[in-house]
């Protein structure tokens, strides 16, 4: 599994970014995909999940209820990609977001070896 996410930066107070996981070295279209966080002094934090295109419910969102009217979390075929858009951004220190293979909920995480690096994101002003 190979997740390389990239798109992170800094950004002002309400503004909007978009961050991109580029995937190989896996079956891409067949594995749920989820987005993670993690804030400084803080445990990780689900953000989002997209099921598989090979489901009965193929590329189905789902979102913690605190971000779902300001974050979507969609992904490309055949790209191979995931992408996590981001609007009205709230003002915060440094969070890392990683892309992950497998489904995640507020309850579980999938296995941390499926996660990739993290790419970081500052909204302030």
């Known amino acids: 599994v190979q997740l390389v996410e990239s798109g992170g930066g800094s950004v002002q107070p309400g503004g909007s970014l978009t961050l991109s996981c580029a995937a190989s070295?896996?079956?891409?279209?067949?594995?749920?995909m989820t987005w993670i966080r993690q804030a400084p002094g803080k445990g990780l934090e689900w953000v989002a999940s997209?099921?598989?295109?090979?489901?009965?419910?193929?590329?189905?969102?789902s979102s913690a209820d605190s971000l779902t009217s300001r974050f979507t979390i969609y992904r490309a075929h055949p790209k191979t990609a995931l992408y996590l858009q981001m609007a009205s951004l709230k003002p915060d220190a440094t969070v890392v977001y990683y892309c992950?293979?497998?489904?995640?909920?507020?309850?579980?995480?999938?296995?941390?070896?499926?996660w990739g690096q993290g790419t970081q994101v500052t909204v302030s002003s």
């Open positions: 997209i099921t598989g295109l090979v489901d009965a419910d193929a590329g189905t969102p």
């Open positions: 992950a293979r497998g489904r995640g909920s507020p309850a579980i995480l999938p296995p941390r070896g499926d």
């Open positions: 070295k896996f079956a891409f279209r067949f594995y749920d």
